[in-house]
């Protein structure tokens, strides 16, 4: 018997597959992943001013990528926890530290700004997003201030863009290059997407792998894919895995929105197999 860890990429132990994530899946907060249009109205009052307002517009993504937490139209929520508090340096040489909250089908983001060369902290933002039952659209709140006495209020709605212009797409998973005679028990496959094109939906066993256990981590722009089976030839003609991804309308992805950045194999005795990136073919169809 053996186990696929797949979290440091070795296979030993009982049949069961390990979770790919650190993270406690008990909370699952991918329902909230996507693209989302955004609409909204910004009004800001400064003293010995008049108070302004501007309109705010753009598409943004909520996903669980935590490097591109920094950025203006994406939102980094944890994969799995109900609360996370980090930090980052924005685009603009300021430092933010952040707390996300998730609770139903609401999350809360509330920010402290620290800035060279004035009083800390520089400003405080707190944001609201309120979904709807279907996690398709929904209001936000938001409400800040700053060292100079500005305050700002934002009100705006938004609404998701994933869709189905021609269907789902399905991503066939086969190995190459494999010796002959190499009998593989378990892969560790991660492939990044364009997460304003697809969204990933589900993954199934390939015509090599039937009746393998398959446990698919997405965190919104990239999905890793662990697969226990007994036994199969690698160098067999065949796909070992099938993954399918939601279209983003009005967007006709390529292969060339999708990347295989990581991959790796063992045999049935729970040894590394020399598997990598190099030894796996993807191609996508429409169906």
């Given at each position: 018997t053996w186990e696929a860890d797949f979290d440091d990429a070795v296979c030993s132990g009982t049949w069961q597959a390990s979770p790919i994530s650190g993270n406690d899946t008990s909370l699952d907060n991918s329902r909230f992943y996507g693209a989302y249009n955004y609409s909204g109205t910004d009004t800001e009052s400064c003293p010995n001013s008049e108070p302004s307002t501007t309109s705010e517009t753009g598409i943004v993504t909520i996903g669980s990528d935590y490097s591109k937490r920094a950025?203006?139209?994406?939102?980094?929520?944890?994969?799995?926890?109900s609360s996370e508090t980090f930090s980052?340096?924005?685009?603009?040489?300021?430092?933010?530290?952040?707390?996300?909250?998730?609770?139903?089908?609401?999350?809360?983001?509330?920010?402290t700004g620290e800035c060279s060369g004035v009083p800390s902290p520089c400003f405080t933002n707190d944001m609201v997003l309120n979904f709807n039952d279907t996690y398709t659209s929904g209001t936000s709140d938001i409400n800040g201030s700053d060292f100079e006495g500005c305050q700002w209020t934002e009100t705006g709605n938004f609404t998701r863009v994933d869709g189905t212009a021609t269907g789902p797409i399905t991503m066939?998973?086969?190995l190459i290059g494999v010796p002959g005679g190499t009998t593989l028990g378990g892969l560790d496959i991660t492939i990044d997407y364009d997460e304003t094109k697809v969204s990933f939906n589900s993954v199934g066993a390939g015509t090599l792998t039937p009746g393998a256990i398959i446990v698919p981590n997405?965190?919104?722009?990239?999905?890793?894919?662990?697969?226990?089976?007994?036994?199969?030839?690698?160098?067999?003609?065949?796909?070992?895995?099938?993954?399918?991804?939601?279209?983003?309308?009005?967007?006709?992805?390529?292969?060339?929105?999708?990347?295989?950045?990581?991959?790796?194999?063992?045999?049935?005795?729970?040894?590394?197999?020399?598997?990598?990136?190099?030894?796996?073919?993807?191609?996508?169809?429409?169906?």
């Open positions: 950025g203006d139209d994406y939102i980094y929520i944890p994969s799995s926890e980052f340096t924005h685009k603009d040489g300021y430092y933010i530290s952040r707390t996300v909250t998730i609770s139903g089908d609401m999350i809360h983001i509330q920010d066939t998973i086969r997405d965190n919104g722009d990239t999905v890793r894919v662990g697969l226990i089976t007994d036994g199969f030839y690698g160098a067999s003609s065949g796909s070992v895995a099938v993954l399918t991804f939601d279209i983003i309308e009005p967007n006709i992805p390529t292969i060339e929105d999708f990347t295989v950045t990581m991959a790796s194999a063992c045999d049935l005795m729970g040894f590394d197999a020399g598997i990598d990136s190099s030894n796996i073919s993807i191609a996508i169809s429409d169906n």
